[in-house]
């Protein structure tokens, strides 16, 4: 099976194979990669790969990959190979929420001439004020949102065209 | 002893609290908002009691839910914790007219010091050093440059009723300072309905020590050692220790001796803890008191060997203390490092959402202090930590070296937390030297924070074995088996056939 993944702003790809001794083999790139791996109860993997055992803890939400191994944390993304993935940000005008929050203001009305830095929306979370503004300038076309709204991260807030 | 108590907060310090309870035999009663339904306090509690929404205003700052609540469940007694309404008078006075015991400092006390600029007067006069500075409600502008020139610039314009941050200029020159005072009034009315403001000299590179102090009600007043916390980012604590590597016995002596003075001029009981700022040149001056438990109490439990919450409730029972200063002594080192969901990369931005494992590291000298369990969502409306792990050794760099094992084993998964950040500042120079000061982190961010690590290719095979190992998952590269699952002997390509050659 192949997949590919994104970290940060590389995409990498990665074939693994169950073989019939049980071993994985995996293929990243040039790189071939034999070893063993179970995983216990709890979820946690154990890796086993020249005589050494590495222990590795996975997790995922949606198209997020969490691992941990040696020590460090990664997050990954997984890249849907067979439909065009959803973008974060959806078309180039549109302001999208960056974490949860709530929305505290909006400061424009449908149909307003808005500029390029203009702050359209004001968020609110951990004590917090964001200020949200456009990346360009346009009209705003339609908006998503009122105050009082508890808004998610990657929830489009107001479409700009 | 006190038979049974409500504990007016939630996450890791309400876990704390009831672990005191516990061992003291007081039946626990813990409340709940409608995200914390599943919270590890209220599971632990021996009673809970929904109070409701998640805002706090709508629930852990309800007085009037939390004193229903206490009448309710007939308690006895009410915990504050830290943060929420642990420094409300209004609260504190309100448990007491309900006939309750409030596990805390008398309101005249916390009243007394809410005020900076009443605080930094009642210091002056209790012989305790306050920061160089000018405070006069009726000033002119000429009085106020006037004092400013005798302060020395640069110095800070500050606002009497409030912190956090807010109604804080730094002025430079004496050129700005009527209109810092000016913004700074503004922000502070505000912020806090209050646009009393003060002059402060500014000292650079300034440390923040503070003293835990402890006073029972028969008039025994001790301090408990310090505690170094200026390991900052934006007014923020991140990590904190004891002992502090900069400070002597004397000054130790000095400043714990300033901190009890602080704590009898305003007949305080119970726990509480004095802050200092020490100059590059050990001068220290009288800062702020705050009249709770603090967040890094763990760190002097760890050195002293003392348990605090458990103290807090026998002087609240009208217990008398049951050592004297000359008994107390600090033993070893302590660190605490604050974990928290947020993106040391993104401005610090809380990282909001499931926490899908959390696995604490276990061992020898480490503890861990957390509300927080797997699965849990870490929700924008309350303060995004994990957990404190606070880690105790021989010395500081042997506490230094565990607490950076302790980290490597941790395992975080399901949201962005500070953990690369924490172990970046601990292999520091700056912090294994002892040498940084409130503003060094701000100063030097860029520097500090380490970059995103490269991918370690088992980080990539772990996550392709995951989603091997989860059927839904499998199917988004296009390969499925007729049952979706990859382990079936029917997915296999190599010829297994059961009793006989393949």
Redesign the interface.
């Given at each position: 099976m192949t997949q590919q993944y994104q970290y940060g702003s590389e995409t990498f790809t990665i074939q693994l194979e169950l073989l019939s001794d049980g071993s994985y083999l995996a293929r990243i790139g040039e790189r071939e990669i034999r070893f063993y791996a179970q995983q216990n109860l709890n979820g946690q993997w154990l890796i086993q790969h020249q005589g050494k055992q590495i222990p590795l803890y996975t997790a995922s939400e949606d198209d997020r990959r969490y691992v941990q191994v040696n020590g460090t944390h990664y997050t990954l993304e997984a890249v849907d190979t067979r439909k065009r993935r959803r973008g974060s940000s959806g078309s180039s005008g549109d302001l999208t929420a960056q974490m949860p929050g709530q929305v505290v203001d909006v400061l424009v009305e449908t149909g307003a001439t808005v500029e390029k830095g203009q702050t359209l929306l004001i968020l609110e979370a951990m004590k917090m004020e964001i200020r949200v503004s456009v990346p360009m300038a346009g009209e705003v076309k339609v908006i998503h949102v009122s105050a009082g709204d508890v808004v998610e991260r990657g929830q489009v807030l107001i479409e700009v065209g | 002893m006190l038979k049974k108590c409500l504990i007016a907060n939630r996450g890791e310090i309400a876990v704390r609290i009831l672990q005191a309870c516990r061992e003291l035999g007081i039946v626990s009663v813990a409340v709940y908002s409608s995200v914390d339904e599943q919270a590890r306090h209220v599971q632990l509690a021996d009673e809970a009691y929904f109070i409701g929404s998640a805002p706090p205003s709508q629930s852990y700052l309800n007085i009037d839910t939390l004193l229903q609540v206490a009448h309710e469940a007939e308690c006895d007694c009410v915990h504050p914790g830290y943060g929420f309404l642990s420094e409300s008078e209004v609260f504190a006075k309100a448990v007491l007219d309900a006939g309750l015991t409030w596990v805390g400092p008398p309101p005249s006390a916390i009243e007394q010091m809410g005020v900076k600029t009443q605080a930094r007067t009642l210091m002056q006069d209790a012989g305790v050093p306050v920061v160089p500075g000018f405070q006069s409600e009726s000033a002119t502008h000429e009085q106020f440059a006037d004092a400013g020139d005798s302060i020395g610039y640069p110095l800070m314009v500050k606002a009497a009723g409030g912190g956090g941050g807010k109604g804080i200029r730094i002025v430079y020159s004496a050129d700005d300072l009527i209109p810092a005072i000016e913004s700074a009034r503004n922000e502070a009315q505000k912020a806090f309905g209050d646009a009393r403001i003060f002059l402060e000299r500014y000292i650079e590179s300034a440390r923040h020590i503070e003293i835990q102090v402890l006073a029972d009600s028969h008039g025994n007043t001790v301090h408990l050692f310090e505690r170094e916390c200026s390991t900052q980012r934006r007014h923020q604590k991140i990590i904190e220790e004891s002992p502090s590597p900069f400070i002597t016995p004397d000054m130790r002596d000095a400043m714990g001796q300033a901190a009890v003075d602080a704590a009898q001029a305003v007949g305080y009981v119970n726990a509480g803890t004095v802050e200092f700022i020490v100059t590059p040149d050990r001068d220290f001056y009288f800062l702020e008191m705050n009249t709770r438990l603090q967040v890094e109490h763990p760190v002097t439990e760890l050195v002293t060997g003392l348990d605090l919450v458990k103290l807090q409730f026998q002087v609240a029972s009208g217990e008398t203390l049951s050592f004297t200063q000359a008994d107390l002594s600090q033993q070893g080192h302590a660190i605490e490092c604050r974990l928290y969901a947020e993106d040391a990369r993104?401005n610090f931005?809380?990282?909001?959402?499931?926490v899908?494992?959390f696995?604490p590291p276990q061992g020898a000298g480490i503890r861990v202090d957390s509300g927080i369990q797997s699965g849990d969502e870490i929700s924008?409306h309350y303060?995004?930590m994990i957990a404190k792990l606070i880690i105790f050794d021989r010395d500081r760099n042997s506490a230094i070296q565990r607490t950076l094992q302790a980290l490597?084993?941790t395992?975080?998964?399901?949201t962005?937390?500070n953990?690369?950040f924490l172990q970046a500042l601990l292999q520091s120079e700056v912090f294994r030297e002892g040498e940084i000061h409130t503003r060094y982190i701000d100063e030097h961010l860029e520097a500090l924070l380490p970059d995103?690590?490269e991918?370690?290719?088992?980080?990539?095979?772990?996550?392709?074995?995951?989603?091997?190992?989860?059927p839904q998952?499998?199917s988004?590269?296009?390969?499925i088996t007729n049952d979706g699952d990859?382990?079936s002997p029917w997915s296999?390509a190599?010829g297994?056939r059961i009793g006989g050659a393949?």
């Open positions: - | 993104n931005l809380p990282a909001i959402g499931t899908l494992q696995i924008i303060d995004p490597e084993e395992v975080i998964l399901g962005t937390t953990l690369d995103m690590p991918l370690d290719e088992w980080a990539l095979i772990g996550t392709m074995l995951h989603d091997l190992k989860t998952l499998a988004i590269s296009g390969d990859v382990f296999r190599d297994f393949s």
